[in-house]
């Protein structure tokens, strides 16, 4: 797996204000995880899904006219219908053309206590989904984090996360490009978590073939997520097992 330094202008990941802050509370500048289910009950596994920017940040602009919020809150709606059908517990940070401040975000995933965290955008640039995780150095994860670099204790999971995800996407033939940069709120969170980005979809000669808010092309792709998702959390059930 390559990974490269991703740095954009405009609305991309790393240049959007509002990106979903998952998994921690603020407190006094710090990211508070929360403690585990006790070991006697049954395994939850919840996913929050992030559809980006809403309300008076529209994010960018579609090469068809749409607004990259809209896009992304559609691609949200079809993504959470795909999980829950397969019996995933999920949490949307907004179902609505509202807009978001960073922590309101952080507290719908701090108590949803989520084992995925997914911020869905959506751009013009390059083509097939590009995957960002935090560039922040690993650390080890602590019951309190520094709110700005709480992802620091959980980005070798993200990166996991991450490569389940580009290993389902590549053998669907989806063009997948990979990066690590920081992003703001991103590296807030205290939970695996990774940035997807829709791109449009290109043929041989880069031609555009479908736009990141085509129903179709968003419906494949989250079909494809769905499928990663699920192993994501037979490897999440694995990982609990061995631990005492």
Same mark, same amino acid.
Do not use: M
């Given at each position: 797996m390559h990974w490269t330094r991703w740095g954009a202008a405009g609305h991309g990941p790393a240049a959007a204000a509002i990106l979903l802050v998952a998994g921690a509370s603020v407190s006094a500048g710090f990211a508070q995880q929360a403690p585990p289910a006790p070991a006697a009950q $049954? =395994? !939850?596994?919840?996913? /929050?899904i992030d559809a980006a920017h809403g309300g008076d940040d529209t994010g960018g602009h579609l090469n068809d006219g749409q607004l990259e919020k809209t896009a992304n809150l559609a691609f949200s709606v079809r993504l959470r219908s795909l999980l829950s *059908? !397969?019996?995933? +517990?999920? /949490?949307t @940070?907004?179902? =609505? #053309? +509202? &807009?978001l401040v960073p922590d309101q975000r952080a507290e719908v995933a701090d108590h949803a206590r989520a084992q995925?965290?997914? &911020?869905l955008h959506a751009a013009e640039t390059g083509s097939g989904v590009h995957l960002f995780v935090s560039s922040l150095a690993p650390s080890s994860a602590a019951r309190f984090m520094p709110w700005k670099t709480a992802q620091s204790g959980w980005v070798t999971r993200s990166l996991g996360l991450a490569g389940v995800l580009n290993s389902a996407l590549t053998?669907?033939?989806t063009t997948v490009t990979l990066g690590r940069t920081a992003l703001p709120g991103i590296d807030s969170m205290a939970c695996p978590a990774v940035v997807i980005e829709l791109a449009p979809e290109r043929d041989a000669d880069k031609k555009t073939i479908s736009e990141p808010d085509d129903a179709k092309y968003q419906a494949t792709i989250a079909a494809t997520l *769905?499928? *990663?998702?699920?192993?994501? !959390?037979? #490897?999440?059930? !694995? @990982? *609990?097992?061995? +631990? $005492?």
């Open positions: $049954p =395994a !939850r596994f919840v996913v /929050v *059908a !397969r019996g995933i +517990q999920v /949490v @940070t907004r179902e =609505a #053309d +509202q &807009s995925a965290c997914i &911020s053998h669907a033939g *769905a499928g *990663a998702i699920l192993e994501w !959390r037979a #490897d999440e059930g !694995r @990982t *609990a097992a061995r +631990q $005492p």
